[in-house]
């Protein structure tokens, strides 16, 4: 269970007297449960290889924010790079890592066949 881990991890930083001194009014646990969803993005990102990582910023900065600046080619590409990194498997992960409860698979993942469900199986845990 995720949860225990950062609970453990929390309790050793909190305990240490380097962490007490900078720490009054500092939020340790949400420091730390945004540098796991920090990691878990990065390695959603390594999921592209480096060609397809750097056709995705190009296109990402020809949009500047709107997709009708690009052709419909373009579109269509971009949509594809942005699907290889499974957007809501990473979502499903992410609240899955953050939420102290635990959640339905259905709400994290998709309906039971769906393309995220199936890549949360085939994941290593």
Same mark, same amino acid.
């Given at each position: 269970?995720?949860?225990? !881990?950062?609970? *453990?991890?929390?309790? /050793?930083?909190?305990?240490?007297?380097?962490?007490?001194?900078?720490?009054?009014?500092?939020? =340790?646990?949400? $420091?730390?449960?945004? %540098?796991?969803?920090? $990691?878990?993005?990065?390695?959603?990102?390594?999921?592209?290889?480096?060609?397809?990582?750097?056709? *995705? $910023?190009?296109? $990402?900065?020809? #949009?500047?924010?709107?997709?009708?600046?690009?052709?419909?080619?373009?579109?269509?590409?971009?949509?594809?790079?942005?699907?290889?990194?499974?957007?809501?498997? /990473? =979502?499903?992960? %992410?609240?899955?890592? =953050?939420?102290?409860?635990?959640?339905?698979?259905?709400?994290? !993942?998709?309906?039971?066949?769906?393309? %995220?469900?199936? %890549?949360? #199986?085939?994941?290593?845990?």
């Amino acid at each position: 269970m995720p949860g225990a !881990y950062h609970l *453990l991890v929390l309790r /050793f930083l909190l305990k240490r007297p380097w962490v007490k001194r900078i720490a009054p009014g500092l939020p =340790v646990g949400a $420091l730390l449960l945004t %540098a796991d969803v920090a $990691l878990l993005a990065g390695r959603h990102v390594g999921r592209l290889d480096a060609t397809e990582r750097r056709r *995705l $910023l190009v296109l $990402l900065r020809r #949009a500047r924010g709107r997709p009708s600046a690009l052709s419909e080619a373009e579109r269509r590409e971009l949509l594809e790079l942005l699907a290889g990194l499974e957007p809501r498997l /990473f =979502v499903g992960s %992410a609240v899955r890592r =953050v939420s102290p409860l635990p959640l339905p698979k259905r709400v994290l !993942y998709g309906a039971r066949g769906s393309r %995220a469900r199936t %890549a949360a #199986a085939r994941r290593p845990r």
